[in-house]
């Protein structure tokens, strides 16, 4: 959040953290460089694992399509560590970085212009969260790590049971429960104090979703003569959607649709000039996201 005259306005954005064997680390640091399309120094034991999966990487990726580092980095006082974009916009929302916080492209610009050096800096992992506004009892409920236990909820609950106690009401805990079920990362009106009851508090404002998003990649049209890697077939039209989303949002971004025919869904990656674009495809697949594609001649 940041000062805006006299009111204070906070920012929220979607972010990917790190993996469960390279946890991002919590606590209080701030802000030591900022830095415009910044080189990425490979840390040698990042270096060994993608050697180990038949991947070497140089000593440094300047900046480009190839760098994770995204055209924005923040440098934080913990060695090491950093708040940068990324090439693979598929990966916000997951465990999928080696401790660094990653952004989408978009918002980490926004960001980088709005936080100057030295500014503080407070990691927390906190998936429940509960507020008041004008007499409205909000919570936020995001997916705790698998390792996190029932701890936090416990806490949750707890609060949620004296604000029940110092409002003399009682609260809708079969709504608690489905907030907490669903889990949406979005805050939830669940109770007005005021009224002791849910009826009164407002709805939820419906935002139109956008007719293009934001960076969405372009495809290429097929084309005849032209090398494909086949990722999946599935029967699933979801789930195949889903994977040639991901699929095309790799960086630099991997071209792949869903080709449907009764209830098979093939997603199909490509159009490729030649052998080698779509052999370096296939490998990107394996390496990253564990799938065996099947190069498709002309």
């Known amino acids: 959040f940041k000062e805006d005259g006299k009111l204070l306005a906070v920012s929220t954005y979607p972010i990917g953290v790190g993996t469960t064997e390279r946890p991002t680390p919590m606590g209080q640091m701030y802000i030591v460089l900022k830095m415009f399309r910044p080189t990425w120094y490979v840390p040698a034991s990042i270096a060994e694992d993608h050697r180990k999966k038949g991947d070497p990487l140089p000593a440094k990726v300047p900046p480009g399509p190839l760098n994770p580092l995204g055209e924005y980095a923040l440098y934080l006082s913990k060695s090491g560590y950093l708040v940068h974009g990324t090439n693979k916009p598929a990966s916000i929302g997951l ?24 500014t503080p800096v407070n990691i927390v992992n906190q998936p429940y969260l509960i507020g008041q506004r004008d007499g409205i009892v909000y919570i936020e ?8 236990g029932t701890t936090e909820l416990e806490k949750a609950y ?14 809708d805990w079969k709504k608690v429960k489905e907030v907490v079920a669903e889990a949406r990362g979005i805050p939830v009106p669940i109770f007005d104090i005021r009224y002791g009851s849910e009826k009164n508090v407002a709805k939820t404002i419906e935002i139109k979703h956008p007719d293009k998003l934001y960076g969405k990649p372009e495809l290429p049209e097929l084309k005849t003569g032209a090398w494909y890697v086949l990722a999946a077939i599935l029967r699933d039209k979801v789930d195949a959607l889903r994977l040639a989303a991901i699929i095309n949002h790799q960086g630099p971004q991997i071209p792949a649709r869903v080709l449907s025919e009764n209830d098979r869904h093939r997603v199909l990656s490509g159009p490729f000039n030649n052998m080698s674009e ?7 697949l394996k390496i990253d996201l564990e799938i065996d594609g099947i190069l498709i001649e002309p």
């Open 158 to 171: 707890a609060k949620l049971r004296n604000i029940e106690r110092k409002s003399g009401h009682v609260l």
């Open 278 to 284: 779509a052999k370096d495809a296939a490998k990107r």
């Open 141 to 148: 409920v995001h997916t705790p790590f698998e390792e996190s």
């Open 95 to 118: 465990r999928a970085t080696n401790g660094c916080i990653r952004l989408y492209p978009e918002d980490i610009k926004r960001l980088f212009e709005n936080t100057p050096v030295k």
